[in-house]
């Protein structure tokens, strides 16, 4: 049984600073894009970022760009989030996943149970 956990939520003030960790158990997922996605009150869940597994190629969110950085470790099965100058607009419930590629679009599956993340102005 596949296993994503996420950690590392919390409240922070406009301009701060979280680190997302996601832990995956019960699969190695070493040769799938693993991503990022986001779910704020009253709207649908959205593609944050994405990293692949050879090159680590990423893929960001246009309004993440420069402030959020992911990354993985292959080798223990994790994945970060690195959030930089938050803004109140980056609060949600942040969901780790499975990430694929749909034309232009991203798509995650195996979710893990989110962590939320609240920016205060």
């Known amino acids: 049984q596949v296993q994503l956990v996420e950690s590392g939520g919390g409240l922070v003030q406009a301009g701060g600073s979280l680190r997302l960790s996601c832990a995956v158990s019960?699969?190695?997922?070493?040769?799938?894009?693993m991503g990022w996605f986001r779910q704020a009150p009253g709207l649908e869940r959205e593609f944050v970022a994405t990293?692949?597994?050879?090159?680590?190629?990423?893929y960001y969110k246009d309004s993440v760009k420069g402030r959020f950085t992911i990354s993985r470790d292959n080798a223990k099965n994790t994945v970060n989030l690195q959030m930089n100058s938050l803004k109140p607009e980056d609060t949600a419930v942040y969901y780790c996943?499975?990430?694929?590629?749909?034309?232009?679009?991203?798509?995650?599956?195996?979710w893990g149970q989110g962590t939320q993340v609240t920016v205060a102005s």
């Open positions: 019960g699969r190695t997922f070493s040769y799938y894009h």
């Open positions: 990293i692949g597994w050879g090159s680590g190629t990423t």
């Open positions: 996943a499975r990430a694929l590629q749909a034309g232009s679009r991203w798509l995650g599956d195996y």
